[in-house]
Structure formats: structure tokens, C-alpha cells
């Protein structure tokens, strides 16, 4: 089965670009997914197929894929945008792999 | 609008089983399948397996295979996870979320979630 794999933790400052990035070989084979989730919350979709952006998602979050690394950018990161962010994917057997999950910190 | 509401919070004894339910509604239940997704303490998301509600067929993933059962009562919209011989790692908060899905040679897929259960938290201790 595939993996994919995220950094722990990033940190920016409130009005920096976050970038937060997603690795695996299954990548350049299958779209990917991003979800936010805030602590005592559910998951919430913020990137749909590599790079779309569900309606009622800031325009400040934008993803982008090349080759075996995603990745999910926010311009002019808020404190609202705290939150952890997992990546997700489908493999072949319609089973769902997701990242370890990133602590995005902006303060 | 489209409501996942969730049974309460479990605790249960290690080799117990629990059942959690996800109640449907603001959409057509038969329409879309539902995921079951876990999130343990300090752990990202772990994707458990899907049911497609229509015809009750299911897709585990391999870490649960044996251990979980997703069933569905369509007559009152609702989806079932029971996970059976608990261990204290199976301490997590768990998520039902629907998805499209789709067919296609001979198997099913469903790519993402677009709305989500508000978790239940079960908890496993002697």
C-alpha cells in the first residue's frame, strides 16, 4: 500500500504564505485531497482534485501537484487558519490513504 | 441542509465491541456513500472503510478487516460501524462523512468527503 507523507508542524507569521506539502508515489497517479480540521472539530474539505476549491473556501487557499509532491498553499495566512492539515488519496482498491497530518502555527 | 448526527460517547473494556450510528438528513440517504473515519489521540485521520447504502456492499480498509462491520437501515437513514475485540489503541474519536461514489469495471470508488459527522468519542480502558 502507499504512503504519504507531511511535515509535523508549520509555522508563519499572520500575512505570510503557508505551504504546507504532501509526498507519495501514488501522487502522479490518483488526485489528492486536502482537509482542515480545528481542534473539537470535524474535518472540512478545503481542496478537492489537486487544486479545486469547494465553494465557500477562501480564495487564499490554493492547491497545486507536480510530480510525487502536493501541496497546499494559504497567501496571507490568519489566526483563524490554525488548524491541522491531511492530505488524502485513493488507492487502486478504493481504499483511502492519508498523510500523518500537518500543525499549522500562525502567530 | 445535510446533517451527519452522531451517536454519544462510548466507553467500552478492552475486547468489548462497540456500535456507533451516523443519521442522515437534507439529502437522499441512497444517494451518496458513507466513510467511516477514526482519529486517535495525538494520531492524524485513519480511513476505516465505506458502505454504499443502495445495495449494502462495503469496502474495508485491510487494517480492519475482521474486526468491522458497516451496516445501514435505509428506512431510517442511518449507518452503522460496529468494530469488535476493542484494544485501548482503538481509543479515538470516530467520524462518519458521505462521498460520491462511482463504478467502474467491476469495482467501486469513492475519492472524498464533502460533509462530515461532528465525531463520537470512544474510549477503551479497563
Known amino acids: 500500500s502507499y504512503e504519504l507523507t507531511q511535515p509535523p508542524s508549520v509555522s508563519v507569521s499572520p500575512g505570510q504564505t503557508a505551504r504546507i506539502t504532501c509526498s507519495g508515489d501514488i501522487l502522479p497517479k490518483q488526485y489528492a485531497y486536502w482537509y482542515q480540521q480545528k481542534p473539537g472539530q470535524a474535518p472540512v474539505l478545503v481542496i478537492n482534485k489537486d487544486s479545486e476549491r469547494p465553494s465557500g473556501i477562501p480564495e487564499r487557499f490554493y492547491g497545486s501537484s507536480s510530480g510525487t509532491t502536493l501541496t497546499l498553499s494559504i497567501s496571507g495566512a490568519q489566526p483563524e487558519d490554525e488548524a491541522d492539515y491531511h492530505c488524502?488519496?485513493?488507492?487502486?482498491?478504493?481504499?483511502?490513504?492519508f498523510g500523518g497530518g500537518t500543525k499549522l502555527t500562525v502567530l | 441542509q445535510v446533517q451527519l448526527v452522531q451517536s454519544g460517547a462510548e466507553v467500552k473494556k478492552p475486547g468489548a465491541s462497540v456500535k456507533v450510528s451516523c443519521k442522515a438528513s437534507?439529502?437522499?440517504?441512497?444517494?451518496?456513500?458513507m466513510h467511516w473515519v477514526r482519529r486517535a489521540p495525538g494520531q492524524g485521520l485513519e480511513w476505516m472503510g465505506w458502505?454504499?447504502?443502495?445495495?449494502?456492499?462495503?469496502n474495508y480498509g485491510q487494517k480492519f478487516q475482521g474486526r468491522v462491520t458497516m451496516t445501514r437501515d435505509t428506512s431510517i437513514f442511518t449507518a452503522y460501524m460496529e468494530l469488535s475485540s476493542l484494544r485501548s489503541d482503538d481509543t479515538a474519536v470516530y467520524y462518519c462523512?458521505?462521498?460520491?461514489?462511482?463504478?467502474?469495471?467491476?469495482?467501486?470508488?469513492?475519492?472524498?468527503?464533502?460533509?462530515w459527522g461532528h465525531g463520537t468519542l470512544v474510549t477503551v480502558s479497563s
Open positions: 458502505i454504499i447504502p443502495n445495495s449494502g456492499d462495503t
Open positions: 462523512a458521505r462521498g460520491r461514489g462511482y463504478c467502474s469495471g467491476g469495482s467501486c470508488y469513492s475519492l472524498t468527503a464533502d460533509y
Open positions: 437534507g439529502y437522499t440517504f441512497t444517494d451518496y456513500y
Open positions: 488524502q488519496s485513493v488507492e487502486s482498491s478504493g481504499s483511502w490513504v
